[in-house]
């Protein structure tokens, strides 16, 4: 029961976040530059905004990345996109049997400011977010 209730107010809360493509002009330089100094040579990148923030969206070879800074430019967090036998272990198992029958679309690991790694694995239209060991921490509505 408390599992219910912490996943229904992690996704109402979670719905609040939808992010908003903006042209590259309504991107801050601070962000921009900041940005291009952590990731140089990226020419064909999208930006987002999520709330007061800033979600860049490149392709590197043929792995797809994204990075969220602040509007100083502060990078929050990192995703990669990996492929699905990179999920921990742990979190396979939590999704096959909580997903019985369902397919994994998309798995990403994602590292913090902190350097905190969690991957982040879609099933249906959830993320599913687990820690470095694939123990369950939250679901985010896509």
Same mark, same amino acid.
């Given at each position: 029961?408390?599992?219910?209730?912490?996943?229904?107010?992690?996704?109402?809360?979670?719905?609040?976040?939808?992010?908003?493509?903006?042209?590259?002009?309504?991107?801050?330089?601070?962000? !921009? =530059?900041?940005?291009?100094?952590?990731?140089?040579?990226?020419?064909?990148?999208?930006?987002?905004?999520?709330?007061?923030?800033?979600?860049? =969206?490149?392709?590197?070879?043929?792995?797809?990345?994204?990075?969220?800074?602040?509007?100083?430019?502060?990078?929050?967090?990192?995703?990669?996109?990996? =492929?699905?036998?990179?999920?921990?272990?742990?979190?396979?198992?939590?999704?096959?049997?909580?997903?019985?029958?369902?397919?994994? !679309?998309? $798995?990403?690991?994602?590292?913090? $400011?902190?350097?905190?790694?969690?991957?982040? $694995?879609?099933?249906? =239209?959830?993320?599913?977010?687990?820690? !470095?060991?694939?123990?369950?921490? !939250?679901?985010?509505?896509?």
């Amino acid at each position: 029961m408390k599992h219910s209730i912490l996943t229904c107010l992690v996704l109402l809360f979670s719905s609040f976040a939808i992010a908003q493509r903006v042209s590259e002009k309504e991107i801050p330089n601070s962000v !921009k =530059s900041k940005f291009l100094i952590s990731h140089p040579g990226q020419a064909h990148v999208k930006w987002e905004k999520e709330k007061e923030n800033y979600e860049a =969206s490149f392709t590197s070879g043929k792995t797809k990345h994204s990075t969220l800074l602040d509007p100083n430019g502060n990078i929050l967090e990192t995703e990669e996109e990996i =492929s699905v036998k990179q999920l921990p272990a742990n979190a396979l198992a939590y999704i096959q049997k909580t997903y019985k029958n369902k397919k994994i !679309k998309e $798995a990403a690991r994602i590292t913090d $400011a902190h350097g905190t790694v969690t991957f982040e $694995a879609q099933v249906t =239209s959830i993320d599913l977010i687990f820690d !470095k060991q694939g123990t369950y921490i !939250k679901s985010i509505a896509d």
